[in-house]
């Protein structure tokens, strides 16, 4: 399986700050990374897919990239409804596919 | 705009069979050559995916859970389907139902299960 690494675990911020959240993949996943955002008792939410486009109606502030196997979610501009926790998936490797433990950014 | 909906028994005991149901509405589950994906999260932990299915056949399973799983899709009532075998507590988590086989983009809400005597 690939090990998708997340960094940090947990990352206080304050609105209007710009927060970076990093993931990195044991292996090559070429491009194939999706990022979520979610929130206590919902589902998560896909915000970015292949590493860097952005899903339909995701406010442009949330921006990926990549470089390697480190891959990057950046949100410039915090919102209030920001706070959440992040997840990155890969879907190179399709056996199986597989997330990384998680990055809660809270106040 | 598609809808996915999770219904099933909240609580199962160990060694039994853990069966949920995912409707779809909003869309025909044969329509867009969609895969049909289970994910589940345990509590406050990660996210972990399961499988998925398509329509017409064709099932891929994490080897993780050692041939435990069966996804099926019932075209005649716009759903699929999730069986585990032989569950143990480590299989209590929020169990949800998306569409894709890739990335998900269309999530059900989630429902907790728990096992547990």
């Known amino acids: 399986d690939i090990q998708m690494t997340q960094s940090p675990s947990t990352l206080s911020a304050s609105i209007g700050d710009r927060v970076t959240i990093t993931c990195r993949a044991s292996?090559?996943?070429?491009?194939?990374l999706a990022w979520y955002q979610q929130k206590p008792g919902k589902a998560p939410r896909l915000l970015i897919y292949?590493?860097?486009a952005l899903e339909t109606g995701v406010p442009s502030r949330f921006i990926g990239s990549a470089s390697g196997t480190e891959f990057t979610l950046t949100i410039t501009g915090l919102q209030p409804e920001d706070f959440a926790t992040y997840y990155c998936?890969?879907?190179?490797?399709?056996?199986?596919?597989?997330f990384g433990g998680g990055t809660k950014v809270e106040i | 705009q598609v809808q996915l909906q999770e219904s099933g028994p909240g609580l199962v005991k160990p060694a039994q069979t853990l069966s949920l149901t995912c409707s779809v509405s909003?869309?025909?589950?044969?329509?867009?050559?969609?895969?049909w994906s289970w994910l589940r999260q345990a509590p406050g932990k990660g996210l972990e995916w399961l499988g998925y299915?398509?329509?017409?056949?064709?099932?891929f399973y994490n080897p993780s859970l050692n041939s435990r799983l069966t996804i099926s899709v019932d075209m005649a009532k716009n759903l699929f389907s999730l069986s585990l075998i032989s569950v143990t507590a480590a299989d209590t988590a929020v169990y949800f139902c998306?569409?894709?086989?890739?990335?998900?983009?269309?999530w059900g809400q989630g429902i907790l299960v728990t096992v547990s005597s």
């Open positions: 998306a569409r894709g086989k890739q990335r998900f983009a269309k």
């Open positions: 909003g869309a025909s589950i044969t329509s867009g050559n969609y895969y």
């Open positions: 299915s398509f329509y017409s056949g064709g099932t």
């Open positions: 292996q090559s996943v070429s491009n194939w």
């Open positions: 292949d590493a860097s």
């Open positions: 998936q890969q879907y190179n490797s399709f056996f199986p596919l597989t």
